[in-house]
């Protein structure tokens, strides 16, 4: 079992920028894709961004790139997500998740693990 823990989200002014941690338990985090996820109010989650077990690989949605970028530490077992530019619009409870296979990730039901959400509130 691998317990996911966000962490840095806060409120911040449009066009702020916030970085986001998300800390995993146990031994094989190295080979686990991850991704980060948002639900906005009143909106189904979506997709963000995902990363490859070795970094090597990352994907973004449309609406981020350019100002998002995720990386991880493996010798930390920790995902990044640094938000720049950050628009109103990007308020929302953020998730990270891990997926056992490796290979880069952009559906929910692709991953098997979640944590608790980070809320992240960006004022016009």
């Known amino acids: 079992q691998v317990q996911l823990v966000e962490s840095g989200g806060g409120l911040v002014q449009a066009g702020g920028s916030l970085r986001l941690s998300c800390a995993a338990s146990?031994?094989?985090?190295?080979?686990?894709?991850m991704g980060w996820f948002r639900q906005a109010p009143g909106k189904e989650r979506e997709f963000v961004t995902a990363i490859s077990w070795s970094g090597g690989n990352t994907h973004y949605a449309d609406s981020v790139k350019g100002r998002f970028t995720i990386s991880r530490d493996n010798a930390k077992n920790t995902v990044y997500l640094q938000m720049n530019s950050l628009k109103p619009e990007d308020t929302a409870v953020y998730y990270c998740?891990?997926?056992?296979?490796?290979?880069?990730?952009?559906?929910?039901?692709?991953?098997?693990?979640w944590g608790q959400g980070t809320q992240v509130t960006v004022a016009s």
């Open positions: 998740a891990a997926s056992r296979v490796g290979a880069l990730k952009m559906y929910q039901f692709e991953y098997d693990y």
């Open positions: 146990g031994r094989t985090f190295s080979s686990y894709a």
